[in-house]
Structures are given as C-alpha cells and as structure tokens.
C-alpha cells in the first residue's frame, strides 16, 4: 500500500517486526505533518533555555562547532526522505536557538561598575518609576561619577531616592545631580534563585543603588531625542488622566494607558496579585486585544453600516490596517516595554493574517508570533510575563478550536440559548486561562489565587466592554475637549475592579502558597503541556504523564535547612516553626525572597522573632550539625580555631584569611566569590552550595 502527500511515501506493511515498527513510525510522522511549524519556538526554546542552563560561556571555538554542525545537518536533510527531514530539523532549531542566545547576550555588552562606589552622580532622567520599597526611582542615561573614566562608567544607572524630593521635578529628559551609593547589580539571594544579575545586563543596567540626598537640577527638560520627547509625552498624558480620574482609579487608568505605575499604591498591587487581576495592570496581550479588537470591530460595523460604502470597500481590512495603526500607537504611548511588546507582535500576526484572507487566531499564528519573539529577543524565553501570556493563548486558541469542532458547541452558538454563548465563552476562557498560567504563577510568585476565577469573571468583561472602550473614545474626544463623560465611564469601571480586587483577596484562603522548584522541573512540566496541546492522536497523552512526572517532582523539592546572605550579615534557619531569620531590619530583598520561595507568608520582622539571635555571635545546630556565627573583625584566633573544631561550620563574614581547622568555613573571600549560600544537612554532614555553583561563571556576573 502506498500513502501520498507532500512527497510522502509509507513503508509496506510486512509481517517482520522491524518492518511494522518502522511503518507505525512512518505512518506516526505522516499525522503529524500539518503541526511540524508549531513545534519551530519549542526548539528555539530547547536551545535558548541550553546556553541559559550551562554554567560556563561558549567560547569561539564551541560557538564555530555548532555553527558547522548545523550547517552538516542541513546538507543532511537533502539526503533524507521526506518524513525523515524534520527530524534532522529538530537539533537545527536547538542549535539556533542556542546560537541567538550567545549572540544577544554578547550584543547587549555594556559597562557595568566594578567596585562599590559613593559620591556624586549626574545623569539624564529616561525613566520614573518606584522601587519595591515604594520609594521614587530614576533611571539616568549618560551618566557621569567622579573619578571613574567615561571608558567605565555604566551607560545607564538606577538610583532609588529615599529622601523628600522638593524644589526638584523629576522630568523626562532633566539633568540632575544626586550624591549617593551604587553598586554593579547583585547576583541571587540564593542558589538557583531570581538572577537579578542577568536581568540587568539585558536591560542595559549597569549599576544600581540608592541616595538619601534631595537630587538637584543640573539642566533644565531638553528631551533632545525621539525616545525622550515621547517619554515626556507619555508623562504628560499619565498626569492629564490622573486630574480627570481621581485617586486610586487614576492611577490605575494611567498605568494602564501610559505604563506608568509610579502612582500606584502597595496595597493595591497587593489586593491585585491576590485576586488574580494583576495581569490587568500589566499592558500585555488583554489590553492590546481589547483595545485592536474595540477599533477593528468598531471600523468593520462602521463601514458596514454605510450601504454605499459597504459594496466598495473591504471594511475587514480596513479595520485591520486602524487597528494595526492603533495598535502601533499604543505599543509606544504605553513605553514599549518587554510585555507590550510581545503582545504587538501577537496582535500584528493576526491583523495581517486578516489582510492575507488567512485565519487570524489560530495555533500558527501564536507560534509564528513566539518564534519572532524569541529571535529578537531570546532572554524573553525567561520572564513570566512570556511565559504566561504564551500559556494563556496557546491554552485558549487550542480550547477553543478543539470546542469549533464539536458539534454540542456549533448547537448553542444557533440554537435558541444562542444568547448565553458569550457567558459561556466568558466562564471558559477565564477557566482555561487561570489553569494554564497557575503553574507558572506558583514558580515565579509562590502563589496563586484560589478565588482567581470569581474574581476575573466579575472584572474581565468591565475592563472589555468599559474601560478599553472609554479610554479610546477619551483619546478621540480629546481632541475637541469632550473628553470628561469618557473618563467618568472609565473611573467607573475601574473602581469595580479595584472594589473586587479588594473583595476577593480579602476572602478567607484567598492565597495559596507554594515551595519554589527547580527550573527543569517546570520546564518538563510545560514540555508536556506542549505535547498534550500540540500532538494530534493518542500519542499526546504522553504529554499528561511528563506533565505529572513534573508536578510529582514539584511536590518532592526540598529547600536548604540554612541560606546565608552574599555578605554574611543575616542567616536564615529552617525550624518548625518555618524559616528564622537573624535580623529584623536590612536586607530585606533577601528576606523577602527567601520566606517567599519557603511558600511562607511571614514578614521578616515576624520571622525574625521566631528565634532570638545575637547578631555579633551565636550558635545553632542544623539537624544534628553546629554552626557558629562571628561579625567581629577582629575576634580572638584561638576562639576561632576551636569553633572551627568543634562546630561543623564556621562563619565569619569580615574575616578574609580561611581558619586552621576541619570545619566548613564561609568567610568574607568566599562570599565575595560566591555569593549567597545554601547550606543542606545530608547524612555525611553539611553540604555548601554558593550562587555562584549554580549559575556557574557567565558574561553577565563576571
């Protein structure tokens, strides 16, 4: 028997096995055929998340390996068989992806601070925003510090100012001077954690810190550049909506419109993140859908309802090019970040699909939007906000062209409850959506929203049908001044939100914590996700089976019984009781994070009461192992070599030199190689683990 199509040719069935093997396999790549595009970003993935993984950085030499591999494997595939081809396709993709990695990696090179630095500083403000400590914070380009050369200096610089600003507005495109501390961007609180490190160098950010100093103005607002005059821009239009929406709302409004969150309470951001509506702050694929889908639906039923102009134009693809148009003006007035960005590219896959008479939202047109993504930006492969966004669609695109297909679904859409559709595609899509991104909610946040589902059922539809409406018709009608009633429809709905955002996080249980995981772990898990979704037969049941190997190894992950801080000052143990720390105050990034990826609740002050530390000197056991703790400078060496003798770990974070003595040792040398460390209790003793083990020694933290 002979199969054809697309130059396939099926094996003959015979009775050898082999023979019958090799035909299921044939016959397996044969149903498969139509999805082979689909796995193209997965395979970049593979090799983005391979450079990421590795604890050293390519060399010439390895980088001109993979290359030539490659380019054997592409002459490889004119020899094959068609059915066999994309098979050789498969390590092309992941050595592609690997090889865009190392080269924007090495694109983005910059200068980054090297020693700590105190003194004054002067730069151009290019953005505002707060810190995690809800202080207002400058991002200054050009900068200028005193006595380090131009050739060292960082091209961008962010300092948090923790004094009252007054006399000096912070404007876009101003020069001001400041005196304060920076410092090259720190490493992970702990092994295997966050890398705030690798953010930084992609983000361009060569030093960051801190002033207790009121800024001063150098130079008056000259927004010289385009990307300047648009910030500024983008600044006067955040404070334009806040005068018309008051509060809170008006803050929310701007964020949503400009990106500008600096107006934006903690504990709103709080009540947001607990509810699960926080993606309706971030400018993501939501608010561009909504916004592209409001003006292509509003041009298409425009046009239509003109007779004349209905027969003459093609009020589809009219409504496609506005809404590309507009879609491109909110990418910018919103400040082009990551996420935004990303959703653009999505929005702009499926308008053009629409001008090539292509169906719009379909599985290819997410993968091609994920594939241009990862090419311009492989680092994106790494952040949340990727990951999630792409969860949700695929998640949602899959759902709903498997839901296309059945014939219960085709019978409400026309039959007489026609009307409960939408409700129904509501209840779905939110469901579906809160799924999918859960399990990536719990990995980067430790938490998700028990009561998401509720809360994004009684929001989703104000944010679509109200607020992303009201903001456009404001924009329009501001042009002749009538923008008010607009506004007050848009302050309206987002008190709504902001009233169930407040409600639900504050129901009982609301929050649901979880334990960190490793990387791999939630990589297998997507894997299988991927394969559910994207292989067609029974074969994508193999997909539930990785998917719960992951979720087992997940619930299986044990967290360090000590973490030490990269400059020693504080030390957390685990008791029962939770994880103690031995400071109240400072260092609270480190405490944050640490109690976070614990899955605990607790604020450093309440943890650090779980147990009474002397903070120059103490003594603990870890399972069975003593530990002792030294501040000191200059503390006695004798006392030092008898810790070092009767405790299983010695640590001295202001002593340089290693004491003589059996014990494992964590000193002020090794610290500042390293970095924070994690300290497990294993039947052969104590075992050490530094940051810089894990992320090993890469461009980015050299």
């Known amino acids: 028997m002979t199969l054809q199509g697309e130059h396939f040719l099926c094996v003959p069935p015979s009775k050898d096995k082999h023979t019958m093997l090799l035909h299921g396999f044939h016959a397996a790549l ?34 001109l390996s993979v290359l030539g591999i490659c380019l054997c494997l592409v002459l490889v595939t004119k020899l094959l068989p068609e059915t066999l081809r994309v098979l050789v396709w498969v390590p092309i993709f992941i050595a592609f992806g690997f090889l ?33 400590s809800d202080k207002p914070r400058v991002t200054l380009i050009h900068p200028t510090l005193s006595k380090i050369s131009a050739a060292r200096t960082p091209d961008r610089i962010r300092v948090a100012l923790h004094s009252k600003i007054t006399g000096t507005p912070l404007t876009p495109g101003a020069r001001i001077m400041v005196t304060g501390s920076l410092s090259a961007p720190a490493g992970p609180v702990e092994p295997g954690g966050f ?10 950010l060569g030093a960051v810190g ?26 006067w239009m955040s ?55 409001f ?22 693809k009219i409504g496609a090019v506005i809404a590309l148009v507009a879609g491109l003006a909110y990418l910018m007035i919103s400040g082009a970040n990551i996420a ?32 241009i993504i990862l090419v311009a930006r492989p680092e994106s492969l790494t952040q949340p906000g990727f990951q999630m966004s792409f969860a949700a669609t695929t998640a949602l695109v899959a759902t709903f062209e498997a839901l296309n297909k059945s014939p219960m679904w085709h019978g409400l859409n026309r039959g007489r409850f026609r009307f409960l559709s ?54 329009v009608l501001s042009v002749i001044g009538l923008q008010g009633p607009a506004f007050w429809v848009m302050g309206k709905g987002i008190e709504w939100i902001l009233g169930v955002a407040n409600f639900v996080s504050g129901l009982e249980g609301a929050v649901i914590r979880f334990a960190s995981t490793s990387s791999a772990t939630l990589g297998l898990f997507t894997f299988g996700a991927l394969v559910l979704i994207l292989i067609q037969g029974r074969g994508r049941l193999v997909g539930i089976g990785l998917s719960a190997i992951a979720l087992g190894l997940w619930s299986q992950s044990d967290r360090p019984q000590m973490l030490i801080t990269d400059n020693g000052r504080m030390v957390g143990i685990e008791t029962g009781k939770g994880r103690a720390l031995s400071r109240d105050k400072g260092n609270g990034f480190a405490a944050k994070t640490w109690l976070e990826n614990d899955g605990d609740g607790a604020i450093q002050s309440a943890a650090a009461a779980r147990m009474v530390f002397d903070k120059s000197q103490w003594r603990y056991d870890v399972v069975g192992q003593s530990v002792y703790y030294v501040w000191s400078k200059s503390p006695d060496p004798e006392v030092l070599r008898t810790a070092c003798v009767e405790h299983a770990l010695l640590i001295s974070p202001q002593i340089k030199d290693r004491v003589d003595g059996p014990c494992h040792q964590v000193n002020q040398i090794s610290l500042r190689e390293g970095g924070a460390v994690a300290v497990w209790a294993t039947p052969q003793g104590l075992k050490l683990q530094s940051a810089k083990d894990v992320s090993g020694h890469r461009i980015w933290n050299e």
């Open 239 to 293: 404070g334009h909506i806040q005068k018309q929406v008051k509060g809170q709302s008006g803050a929310f409004a701007a964020a949503i419109i400009t990106g500008d969150r600096s107006q934006i309470d903690p504990n709103l951001l709080t009540d947001l993140r607990q509810s699960n509506l926080a993606h309706l702050l971030a400018i993501s694929g939501l608010h561009m859908g909504l916004l592209t889908g």
């Open 340 to 371: 935004t960005q990303r959703a653009f590219v999505m929005v702009a896959v499926m308008l053009i699909a629409i001008l090539l008479d292509r169906p719009a939202i379909t599985l290819r047109a997410v993968a091609i939007a994920a594939t």
């Open 30 to 63: 044969f149903a498969q055929r139509h999805r082979f595009a689909l796995w193209v970003p997965v395979w970049l993935g593979v090799g983005i998340s391979i450079y990421f993984a590795i604890r050293f950085e390519p060399d010439f030499n390895l980088i």
């Open 100 to 132: 865009l990695a190392v080269a924007r990696s090495h694109a983005v090179d910059a200068p980054k601070l090297g020693l700590h630095y105190y003194g004054p500083i002067e730069g151009t403000i290019s953005h505002l925003d707060r810190s995690t």
């Open 422 to 475: 939408p409700v129904f595609s509501l209840v779905i899509a939110s469901a579906i959506a809160g799924v999918a991104t859960a399990p990536f909610s719990a990995f980067h946040f430790n938490q998700t929203a028990q009561y998401g589902l509720l809360a994004n059922l009684l929001s989703v539809p104000v944010m679509g049908m109200l607020v992303m409406p009201a903001a456009v018709i404001a924009a």
């Open 195 to 204: 890398d705030f490190q690798r953010k930084a160098w992609f983000d361009g």
């Open 295 to 316: 003006i292509f639906g509003f041009v298409r039923f425009g046009i239509a309802a003109v007779p004349v102009l209905a027969v003459r134009w093609q009020a589809k």
């Open 210 to 235: 801190y002033s207790r100093n009121p800024p001063m103005l150098a130079e008056p607002a000259n927004p010289n550049t385009f990307k300047l005059r648009l910030f500024a821009f983008r600044m």
